[in-house]
């Protein structure tokens, strides 16, 4: 099949989850997958290797904007929390996922802690656009879990980096650098737009496009996920954007309208039903049943004496959404050889159905948006 009649196909069938989103009332990203699974198996569409790049700047999209609505005082003043938060959230269902993998189902050490990685983890691409929906990002609440997510995502990424890539001195080395360049980044950034506004080439939206392509290559360097990367990114560049609501908007449209679409089409493409077997149906209840229980109990048991039910109940949901970093280990952990297909595809389908369970869930559950915060228990 021709590029140009692929890319019509894809594109319709983003258009139409989108549609489809608005009319249900469920989230788009949701539609999205599962537009990809229906492509992937139903479509004689190939490899589309053409929508790796938009699919992953979609994701480094994303991720930047999540950083640009994070307010770096509020993470300050709840760092304790947010800590709190990820922490048990990560390690209770690591824990749990490991043991069963371990110990009941014959699973070796290395095989155990990749399962237990990756269904422990929470996706930032998925939680943000949620928390947004929900309008929660306007109070602390939002902000708080929002925080605590990406301390799930840079918790797997460490468990990962330390047990299966190592840590050496050049990439120590290569990150500390990187952090000061962030912190530079921004003053540059905002030298160049005084510069160069007021025309027609738009070179704010390029250079912001050219941060998110420099991240993928980053992150490959210093091995750090690359969303938790972007989302770093965005914090810094947070103050800037609240200067030019005009280059916020123009991103938000290009980020959401176009490219944050292929990235949910991209993970809903990857899974393959044809290799479904019974092994692979029992894998995806036992072990999706112990990931979304305990990754719930882990998540509302940190956030029930800082929030109120509604919301600390849709936080147990939010945090469930497990996409982005779980299909990054499940990918790592069978080009390593440390799981096969069967596994690998078990481990897929538990992502993508606890991320929908988790939506769906969440979609009919009444929320409060007002005196989130109840009292403190780290008394700061």
């Not at 608005?22 to 929508?51: H, R, V, Y």
């Not at 110990?103 to 949620?130: K, Q």
């Not at 879990?145 to 190592?166: H, Q, R």
């Not at 692979?280 to 998540?299: D, E, M, Q, R």
């Amino acid at each position: 099949m021709k590029v140009q009649t692929e890319s019509l196909i894809v594109s319709v069938l983003i258009i139409l989850a989108g549609i489809g989103a608005l009319e249900i009332g469920f989230s788009s990203s949701i539609f999205e997958i599962l537009a990809g699974t229906f492509a992937s198996n139903f479509l004689k569409l190939g490899d589309l290797p053409w929508i790796d790049f938009l699919s992953n700047l979609g994701l480094l999209g994303l991720m930047f904007f999540a950083g640009l609505e994070t307010d770096p005082e509020l993470l300050r003043k709840h760092c304790l929390k947010s800590l709190f938060i990820g922490f048990s959230s990560y390690f209770f269902p690591l824990v749990s996922v490991f043991y069963f993998s371990h110990y009941i189902l014959g699973y070796s050490f290395e095989a155990s802690v990749l399962i237990g990685i990756a269904l422990s983890t929470t996706s930032l691409a998925l939680v943000y656009p949620l928390l947004k929906e929900k309008g929660l990002l306007n109070y602390p609440a939002g902000q708080i879990l929002l925080a605590g997510a990406m301390v799930v995502d840079i918790s797997s990424m460490l468990t990962m980096s330390f047990l299966f890539e190592g840590i050496n001195v050049y990439n120590l080395i290569f990150t500390a650098v990187l952090v000061l360049l962030l912190f530079r980044l921004p003053k540059w950034g905002e030298k160049l737009f005084e510069r160069y506004s007021g025309n027609q080439i738009e070179f704010k939206t390029r250079f912001i496009v050219i941060v998110l392509v420099a991240l993928g290559f980053l992150s490959e360097q210093v091995h750090i996920n690359e969303a938790v990367l972007a989302f770093t990114t965005g914090i810094f560049f947070a103050e800037l954007f609240r200067k030019d609501k005009v280059i916020e908007k123009k991103i938000r449209a290009l980020i959401f309208g176009f490219l944050a679409p292929f990235f949910f089409f991209k993970a809903g493409y990857s899974v393959k039903l044809s290799v479904v077997s019974l092994k692979v149906i029992f894998l995806a209840l036992f072990l999706g049943s112990i990931a979304f229980v305990t990754k719930y109990v882990g998540t509302v048991y940190a956030t029930a004496n800082l929030f109120k039910s509604a919301v600390y109940k849709l936080a147990g949901l939010f945090f469930n959404m497990r996409l982005t970093f779980g299909i990054v280990a499940s990918v790592f952990g069978l080009e390593a050889g440390l799981i096969d297909e069967e596994t690998y595809v078990a481990l897929l389908l538990i992502i993508v159905s606890t991320s929908l369970v988790a939506s769906v869930i969440s979609n009919r559950f009444p929320h409060e948006t007002s005196d989130d915060l109840l009292e403190d228990i780290f008394k700061i």
